[in-house]
């Protein structure tokens, strides 16, 4: 199978997984090409994708590939679905989520210790919400339980893994600079 | 105050805009849920004051920070513990800048000896968090103008096919044939009436999410408790106490509670 004849193939798995797809998934739905045919075939629908005129786009997230529309379409999305945008997350419920991403695991107490503040309640929310999953315990006194980031956080959040955040380091200017 | 009043007064604050002294205090009605808690307001007090975060002037910020407690008070909103202990924490270092140095000690050790290095520590590092929750609250606002394709209806997504009376009525007949082969030897003629089967299903469904219909029908003793049976799976269809599902054509009868109508007819 040519590239040219993949590039199909690939959009259309990639147009119906309701997950971002790995290039594992893709792998193992096409046991008959090459793996450097597959990424380079994938690699070449991306760079159509980013052409310009295009309603859609191809992202890679969570590890894996997606299909979406453009960020600036959204209001004529919104009027032919006729919903407004969802609940956003609190401030307290990002803070801690954001202890969360760069510290994990972290146990309640240590982002506690972070924001000053009691936290109980918005790491309940990220539970909820699947963004954070416990990661066993902290093999202290009263082994307190650990939490890291979900896949549906790099999902939420449009990160394709943990490492396209900015380093925590550079974050100071931006903190003491904004808000 | 009038309720539209308040709304006028509310329009009036700029947003974004740092409260002013002797503002009257229902401004700071709006403002003051602002605060993530001790750190945050700290924070936004040393930018209000403009000065350096390595060098907080310990006495202005403290008076500072205590005036917005009196002013929580004042409010009759309940002070969160987290900033009790700042002001504990706070008083206890301007005290100690007040105290003269130990003549004694020697001067090198002086860098460690600043009373407020672990709150600008704890300060520096909360700023960080900070920054990178609103790094996260702009990413979450561009994926929220982001729409990917909904949910497909695979067998995964969507393991249920509606069931139709003619798979009811062949799961039946079924039932009928084999109880047929069975021959058994019942003499006393079992009383069970329909209302009864009702009851009974509805107990079983009360427990159970889903109720396996087929396997019903082939526990049935008697052709006249499969007839009831039937009648009474019929009936609850009828009211619109269950829903008739398969997990695939052909397939076993599923009886799924249908949601909020249970409670149409008895």
């Known amino acids: 199978m040519t590239i040219e004849e993949l590039k199909p193939i690939l959009e259309a798995l990639i147009f119906v997984a309701s997950e971002p797809i790995t290039e594992e998934e893709l792998a193992r739905i096409l046991p008959e090409v090459d793996r450097a045919d597959l990424e380079a075939a994938l690699d070449a629908l991306r760079q159509e994708y980013e052409a310009d005129g295009r309603g859609l786009e191809l992202r890679r997230v969570a590890g894996g590939y997606r299909i979406s529309t453009r960020p600036e379409y959204h209001d004529y999305i919104r009027r032919y679905l006729k919903t407004r945008p969802s609940a956003r997350l609190s401030m307290a419920a990002l803070e801690t989520l954001a202890v969360i991403a760069y510290k994990q695991p972290i146990t309640l107490p240590e982002i506690q210790e972070i924001r000053g503040v009691n936290s109980a309640r918005a790491v309940k929310t990220l539970l909820e919400k699947r963004l954070i999953e416990p990661k066993g315990r902290k093999p202290v006194v009263g082994r307190p339980i650990l939490y890291g980031t979900s896949r549906e956080f790099l999902i939420q959040f449009g990160l394709n893994d943990l ?15 904004s808000s | 105050m009038r309720a539209d009043d308040w709304l006028d007064r509310l329009e009036e604050i700029p947003p974004g805009e740092p409260e002013r002294e002797g ?7 709006v403002k003051l849920d602002v605060f993530e808690g001790p750190l945050d307001l700290l924070l936004h007090l040393i930018k209000k004051e403009q000065v350096s975060i390595y060098d907080i002037p310990i006495a202005r910020i403290t008076e500072q920070y205590l005036e917005y407690l009196r002013r929580m008070q004042e409010l009759d909103l309940t002070i969160a513990g987290e900033y009790l202990v700042m ?59 982001i729409f990917a394709r909904g949910r497909l209806e695979t067998d995964d997504a969507n393991p249920e096919v509606n069931a139709t009376l003619f798979d009811l009525l062949c799961a039946f007949q079924r039932a009928m044939e084999r109880l047929k082969e ?41 052709r006249r408790e499969l007839v009831i049976l039937f009648l009474a799976v019929l009936e609850l269809v ?6 008739l599902v398969q997990t695939e054509r052909f397939g076993r009868l599923l009886a799924l509670r249908a949601r909020a109508s249970a409670e149409i007819v008895t």
């Not at chain 1, 490492?163 to 600079?177: K, T």
């Not at chain 2, 009257?24 to 009605?29: A, D, L, S, V």
């Not at chain 2, 009373?115 to 561009?142: D, F, I, N």
């Not at chain 2, 069970?192 to 003793?221: P, Q, S």
């Open chain 2, 238 to 243: 009828r009211i619109a106490v269950i829903r």
């Open chain 2, 23 to 29: 503002e009257p205090p229902h401004r700071y009605t």
């Open chain 1, 163 to 177: 490492s396209e955040l900015p380093r925590i380091e550079d974050l100071e200017e931006l903190g003491s600079g």
């Open chain 2, 87 to 145: 002001a504990a924490t706070l008083i206890y270092i301007k005290s100690k800048m007040l105290l003269p140095r130990d003549p004694t000690q020697v001067p090198e050790a002086e860098d460690e000896e600043d009373p407020r290095r672990e709150l600008v520590q704890r300060l520096l590092e909360y700023q960080k968090y900070k920054a990178a929750a609103e790094l996260l609250w702009s990413k979450a606002e561009r994926e929220q103008a």
């Open chain 2, 182 to 222: 069975r021959r058994e030897l019942t003499i006393a003629r079992e009383e069970i009436t329909m209302a009864e089967k009702i009851a009974e299903l509805r107990a079983l469904l009360e427990r159970e999410e889903r109720v396996d219909i087929t396997a019903l029908f082939e526990a049935a003793r008697s």
